[in-house]
């Protein structure tokens, strides 16, 4: 019994490792298209780090960027940012331990990830922003507007959950199998060597991060309902993200009628059809014209 579950295991990792490869490079295929120059980097301190940041774009209200698990700014925004840095100043971060940004004697969580962005808007004199989230970014992003309300004028969250249950069974049973090793020969570990102030620390993140997506959370029902922020959930109808638990967050922020019947509630639920976890940033186009329309639109809290 032990020697199939091992059979079966390994070639989940073969299987698994494979299409990780295939999807990022694609990924980084596409981001050799023409990309912004931002106008400012820094490291900002906070919370004990030196969180980088990049600024695109000088008018319009600021816009929060936070990438995905395992993610550098370039790799989750890098073909929205020009389109989206032409009417609004783009705020892109690396998270703890991710990117430029090292990693400190902290465990990894939404709510201090949240509470370090939090802490550089608060550095850069910025009383509220758009924040715009996907995958683990996205669940920092719900926490800035759980803990932060003040911050978040606008909120959008891609490929993300508020609770571990709202990742497909599939999902939650293959990310436990992650293994540093498995990212060798993939643009993951290409751009931790290129970025990482030591790319020698990749296994002891990979593992310190395995065991951060792998903990089973739930934000709570009551306090996803008690946003405020007007809400754009994207997500892709191949996502490791169910279908069922976006339309089960898009409930609690208040879609819950006909709109012919009253006025459009202050959330939005968009699901692409035909495209995974990772191609959904891939849609540039797509993304761009929903989250523009979402952000340009009269209103707010």
């Given at each position: 019994?032990?020697?199939?579950?091992?059979i079966?295991r390994d070639l989940f990792?073969k299987v698994?490792?494979?299409?990780?490869?295939?999807s990022f490079?694609v990924?980084h295929?596409?981001?050799q298209?023409?990309?912004a120059?931002?106008?400012?980097?820094?490291?900002?301190?906070?919370?004990?780090?030196?969180?980088?940041?990049?600024?695109?774009?000088?008018?319009g209200?600021?816009?929060?960027?936070l990438?995905?698990a395992?993610?550098?700014?370039?790799?989750?925004?890098?073909?929205?940012?020009p389109q989206?840095?032409?009417?609004?100043?783009?705020?892109a971060?690396?998270?703890q331990?991710?990117?430029r940004?090292?990693?400190?004697?902290?465990?990894?969580?939404?709510?201090?990830?949240a509470?370090?962005?939090?802490?550089l808007?608060?550095n850069?004199a910025?009383?509220s922003a758009?924040?715009?989230g996907?995958?683990?970014g996205?669940?920092?992003a719900?926490?800035?507007?759980?803990r932060?309300?003040k911050?978040v004028?606008?909120l959008?969250?891609?490929?993300?959950?508020?609770?571990?249950?709202?990742w497909?069974?599939?999902?939650?049973?293959?990310?436990?199998?992650?293994?540093?090793k498995?990212?060798?020969?993939?643009?993951?570990?290409?751009?931790?060597?290129?970025?990482?102030?030591?790319?020698?620390?990749?296994?002891?993140?990979?593992?310190?991060?395995?065991?951060?997506?792998t903990t089973?959370y739930?934000f709570g029902?009551e306090?996803?309902?008690?946003i405020?922020?007007?809400t754009?959930?994207?997500a892709?109808?191949?996502?490791?993200?169910?279908p069922?638990?976006?339309v089960?967050?898009?409930r609690?922020?208040?879609?819950?009628?006909?709109?012919?019947?009253?006025p459009a509630?202050?959330?939005?639920?968009a699901?692409?059809?035909g495209a995974s976890h990772?191609?959904?940033?891939?849609?540039?186009d797509?993304?761009?014209?929903?989250?523009s329309?979402?952000?340009d639109?009269?209103?707010?809290?």
């Amino acid at each position: 019994m032990k020697a199939i579950i091992g059979i079966h295991r390994d070639l989940f990792q073969k299987v698994f490792i494979s299409i990780l490869t295939f999807s990022f490079l694609v990924f980084h295929s596409f981001a050799q298209a023409p990309k912004a120059t931002p106008v400012k980097t820094g490291y900002a301190p906070v919370n004990g780090l030196k969180l980088y940041y990049e600024v695109y774009g000088q008018a319009g209200k600021p816009l929060v960027l936070l990438h995905g698990a395992f993610n550098s700014i370039d790799m989750a925004f890098g073909m929205l940012i020009p389109q989206l840095s032409k009417t609004r100043q783009v705020i892109a971060v690396e998270m703890q331990g991710h990117g430029r940004t090292a990693d400190i004697d902290r465990p990894f969580s939404f709510e201090s990830m949240a509470d370090d962005v939090a802490a550089l808007l608060k550095n850069m004199a910025i009383d509220s922003a758009d924040i715009f989230g996907y995958s683990m970014g996205g669940g920092i992003a719900l926490q800035v507007a759980i803990r932060h309300p003040k911050l978040v004028r606008r909120l959008i969250t891609t490929s993300a959950v508020y609770k571990y249950d709202g990742w497909s069974a599939e999902t939650r049973a293959i990310l436990p199998m992650l293994t540093p090793k498995m990212f060798e020969a993939t643009p993951i570990k290409t751009e931790y060597d290129k970025l990482a102030p030591d790319p020698k620390q990749l296994e002891d993140f990979g593992n310190k991060m395995k065991k951060f997506i792998t903990t089973p959370y739930d934000f709570g029902a009551e306090k996803i309902r008690a946003i405020k922020s007007p809400t754009l959930i994207i997500a892709a109808d191949g996502d490791g993200v169910m279908p069922e638990h976006a339309v089960e967050l898009y409930r609690l922020r208040g879609g819950k009628y006909m709109v012919d019947f009253g006025p459009a509630p202050p959330t939005q639920l968009a699901i692409y059809p035909g495209a995974s976890h990772i191609s959904i940033m891939m849609q540039t186009d797509w993304v761009n014209t929903i989250v523009s329309a979402f952000l340009d639109a009269p209103g707010g809290k």
